[in-house]
Each structure stands twice: as structure tokens, then as C-alpha cells.
């Protein structure tokens, strides 16, 4: 595969594009590329019809009257998302979408997902919404003003290279939406990789994984020169090593690099690459 800009699994755009925050003061063009931010991120990239637009949400947003966490809250509680993200797909796909959407990341764990499914079983739809909007994560990553962004491909939101890789099967890069970019459709892709919190490779969007399909769960066995009996050893190409030192003002970056890593030492070595400002570039199996 390539190297270069395209090796960062179409999340440059994302790396590289500052958080779209609401300040007094803003002009009118800079309130309404607000509202589309919010729109690209809540509806997963999705295209919308001008007929499909929150009309009145939007009206108060512009007079003030709604923050930018309030006006998230009205565009996921509406008739649209719940038609594209929630009563069309199964329990789970739902659950992982709202992940991508309002927090950013893949969900961290069975027990994460078991506890929103729940939720909507006791409380129904609006309430579940409600619990990712209103949670401390929620507030203290983007508080008020800020539009959520997705951050699963950074280490500071995932605390292993399991939810690293997971945010790969939400997120087939910057230009693709939430129901196309792979061949499995609405159907869930984390469910049995969350409970048996299995790693997946990360394949470029810029080459074959254009159309990807979620790989099939083998049981973990033995493969590879050095791998331990409990796991596989994976293959990590990185590219655009900077220093953090230097990272706002300097694109200086060296040479991309391989790593061949036992599977129990992959959340070590994800969180030293990502400390030493590396990107990766895919993670397949040996």
C-alpha cells in the first residue's frame, strides 16, 4: 500500500480540521457552517434534503435560544435520525451508531453497550440519547459549544488498541457516512468483537478497503514466528512520525516504520506510537 497522506485511513481530514466551536459574535455564515457541521457529524455524513432540515431547531440555534449541545440533542431526537439510525437498524447497530455520532468513538465494552440497551428497553429512545448527551464524557470533551468530532483514532479516547481498531468499522474515513463505505449494511459490526474484545485489521479506505467487509472471528490461536498461545502477532505500519514538541508548528516527519507485535502487547504498543506523535497506517495479521 501507499504511504503518504492516503495512509492515514481517511483520517487526515479529521487530524488536521480544528473542532467547529460557537462563539458570541458570529456572522450569520459562520452560524449556519455550525448547523451543517452539526449535521455532517449527528447524521454520519449523511446527505440531507432542504426538506429534511430541523427548521425550528435551527431557528432558535440562530436566535440564541439553543447552545450547540442543544441543538445536537434536538437533531438526534428527531424524526430523521431515528427513522436513518434507530427503528431501520437492529439494537445493536443503533447503539454503536449513536457511539460514532454523539461521542465520537466505538463503544468501549460489552457492559458499556449491555448498560444503553437497557436504557432503551426502561426509558425508550429520547431517554438513551439524553444518557450520551448528558454524560460527563459528553460534557467535558465538547461542553456547550462545541460540535462533536470524531476522536476514536486518537489515543486519549480509546484506552486500548482493541477500540482503536473498532473505530475503523464505524469510521471508513472522513468522506464516508455511517450506512455505506463496507458491504455488511445496516447489520451490527461491533457486537461480537466488543464481547470478545477482538482486535480487527485497519485496511486503508484509499485502497481495497473502499468496500470493506468486517473479517470473520476466528478463534485466537497460535500464527506467526513468536507469537504467544494466547494470541496472533500483528503486523503495524506507521507513517508520519513528528514530534509532539514541534507538532503545531513543524510537518517534518520521518521515515515510516513496521512493527511485527504479539497480540497481548498491542494496547503497549498503540499508546507508544501514539506518544511518540506516530500515525498508524493499518494493523493485519501476520
Known amino acids: 500500500m501507499s504511504f503518504g497522506p492516503a495512509s492515514r485511513l481517511g483520517v487526515s481530514l479529521f487530524d488536521e480540521t480544528p473542532p467547529v466551536e460557537w462563539v458570541p459574535g458570529r456572522s450569520q455564515e459562520e452560524v449556519e457552517t455550525i448547523i451543517k457541521a452539526v449535521y455532517r457529524q449527528v447524521l454520519g455524513n449523511a446527505y440531507v434534503m432542504e426538506s429534511e432540515r430541523q427548521v425550528v431547531p435551527e431557528s432558535q440555534f440562530k436566535r440564541g435560544e439553543l447552545s450547540v449541545r442543544e441543538f445536537v440533542r434536538a437533531v438526534a431526537k428527531s424524526d430523521l435520525y431515528r427513522s436513518r439510525f434507530f427503528t431501520s437498524c437492529p439494537r445493536y447497530r443503533a447503539i454503536e451508531l449513536n457511539f460514532r455520532h454523539l461521542l465520537g468513538r466505538p463503544p468501549f465494552d460489552l457492559e458499556e453497550m449491555r448498560m444503553h440497551s437497557t436504557i432503551l428497553d426502561t426509558q425508550g429512545f429520547e431517554a438513551d440519547i439524553d444518557s450520551y448527551i448528558d454524560s460527563d464524557e459528553y460534557q467535558n470533551t465538547f461542553g456547550e459549544n462545541f460540535v462533536p468530532y470524531i476522536r476514536g483514532y486518537k489515543s486519549e479516547a480509546c484506552t486500548s488498541m482493541v477500540q482503536f481498531t473498532h473505530t475503523f468499522q464505524l469510521v471508513r474515513g472522513a468522506s464516508s457516512s455511517s450506512l455505506k463505505g463496507d458491504l455488511s449494511g445496516k447489520t451490527p459490526k461491533l457486537n461480537a468483537l466488543t464481547i470478545l474484545q477482538t482486535p480487527t485489521p485497519v485496511v486503508s479506505p484509499a485502497s481495497d478497503g473502499a468496500l470493506f467487509s468486517s473479517p470473520a472471528i476466528d478463534p485466537i490461536t497460535r500464527l506467526g514466528v513468536g507469537a504467544s498461545s494466547d494470541g496472533r502477532v500483528y503486523r503495524i505500519e506507521v507513517t508520519g512520525y513528528r ?15 513496521v512493527y511485527m507485535v504479539p497480540y497481548e502487547q498491542l494496547s503497549q504498543e498503540y499508546q507508544r506510537i501514539h506518544q511518540q506523535g506516530g500515525i498508524i497506517a493499518s494493523i493485519t495479521a501476520v
Do not use: E, L
Not at 243 to 257: D, H, L, M, T
Open 243 to 257: 514530534s509532539k514538541a514541534v507538532n503545531r508548528i513543524s510537518k517534518f516527519r520521518r521515515s515510516n516504520q
